[in-house]
């Protein structure tokens, strides 16, 4: 990335340089929460979360199911997810993850009321 020097915004070879870096970063602290913070919670609260990360990345993927579902509905995802890195869900606080389980709740009904609307226009 030094190569890119003050044009790394500037250029979309230096925006996908930075993204990916900072995705690689996100998975590296992700495994680190997992591998050493999350075997310090009690045995209840680990199972909690788990089930809540569950919970909310199989949403995810019925979201993205949608025949609705589109490059704007990924663009808006980020506000339904608290802003948090899809990698990073498993690291967010446990009312964080309670608040996007239930985010994506609504917005995935939002996408199955517009896929039922689609198919009643068809």
Same mark, same amino acid.
């Given at each position: *990335?030094? &190569?890119? @020097?003050d044009?790394?915004?500037e &250029?979309?070879? @230096?925006m996908?340089a ?5 995705e690689? #970063?996100?998975?590296k602290?992700t495994?680190?929460?997992?591998? %050493?913070?999350?075997? %310090?919670?009690? !045995?209840d609260?680990?199972? $909690?979360?788990?089930?809540r #990360? ?6 995810? !993927? ?5 025949? &609705? ?5 990924e663009?808006k995802?980020s &506000?339904w997810?608290?802003h #948090?890195?899809e990698? *990073? =869900?498993?690291? !967010?606080?446990l009312?964080?993850l309670l608040? =996007?389980?239930?985010?994506?709740k609504?917005y995935l009904? =939002?996408?199955r009321? *517009?896929? $039922?609307?689609?198919?009643e226009t068809?």
């Amino acid at each position: *990335m030094d &190569s890119f @020097g003050d044009e790394l915004f500037e &250029s979309e070879e @230096g925006m996908r340089a930075f993204d990916d870096l900072q995705e690689l #970063v996100w998975k590296k602290k992700t495994e680190q929460f997992v591998s %050493t913070f999350l075997p %310090t919670l009690p !045995t209840d609260v680990a199972k $909690r979360r788990a089930e809540r #990360v569950a919970q909310a990345h199989f949403l995810l !993927t019925e979201c993205r199911k949608c025949k &609705s579902w589109d490059d704007k509905s990924e663009l808006k995802l980020s &506000s339904w997810v608290e802003h #948090v890195p899809e990698v *990073m =869900i498993p690291c !967010t606080s446990l009312p964080n993850l309670l608040r =996007i389980v239930e985010n994506l709740k609504e917005y995935l009904e =939002i996408h199955r009321r *517009m896929d $039922r609307e689609l198919e009643e226009t068809s």
